[in-house]
């Protein structure tokens, strides 16, 4: 596999252009604060595994590793409705699916989770869907790490 700049900046730039202010204010999906959520994000070594740990010491949070559960979620929705891939297909997406996509993340990734503690999803390139993130999830936290 080798790596294509062009084609991964077009991608960056198609993500842009679909998570734009008219998006979130199109979708304006009600706060949840009963299942709070945190993601840890940034490039590979950059310090997301230390975080996790770190912060998955306190007993209010659980660590779930690099959770693949939103990637998932994502496609089978996508895929479901026949849309082409991710963000493209994000656009051709109703409010009441995108708040679907949300339920499905949270019910999976808070399964074996007492009511009340804060998941923690530190699937590095999760920053990818940061803006999809903050329309599913609207009270989830986010951690972004970077390396100098």
């Known amino acids: 596999?080798?790596?294509?700049?062009?084609?991964?900046?077009k991608y960056i730039n198609s993500i842009i252009k679909t998570f734009r202010e008219d998006f979130f204010i199109r979708h304006n999906i009600p706060r949840d604060k009963t299942t709070p959520c945190l993601f840890i994000v940034g490039m590979p070594r950059s310090g997301t595994t230390l975080t996790e740990r770190i912060l998955s010491m306190h007993p209010r949070i659980a660590g779930k590793g690099e959770s693949t559960v939103?990637?998932?979620t994502i496609n089978q929705t996508l895929n479901k409705k026949n849309l082409p891939p991710y963000p493209a297909g994000m656009e051709k997406l109703s409010t009441s699916d995108l708040a679907s996509i949300g339920k499905q993340y949270i019910d999976a990734i808070r399964e074996k989770t007492e009511p009340g503690i804060m998941t923690a999803d530190k699937?590095?390139?999760n920053f990818l869907h940061i803006g999809l993130i903050?329309?599913?999830?609207p009270d989830a936290k986010i951690i972004h790490c970077t390396r100098d």
Do not use: C, F, G, R
């Open 134 to 137: 903050k329309t599913v999830i």
């Open 70 to 72: 939103l990637d998932e």
């Open 1 to 9: 596999m080798s790596y294509n700049a062009s084609s991964n900046e």
């Open 123 to 125: 699937m590095p390139h």
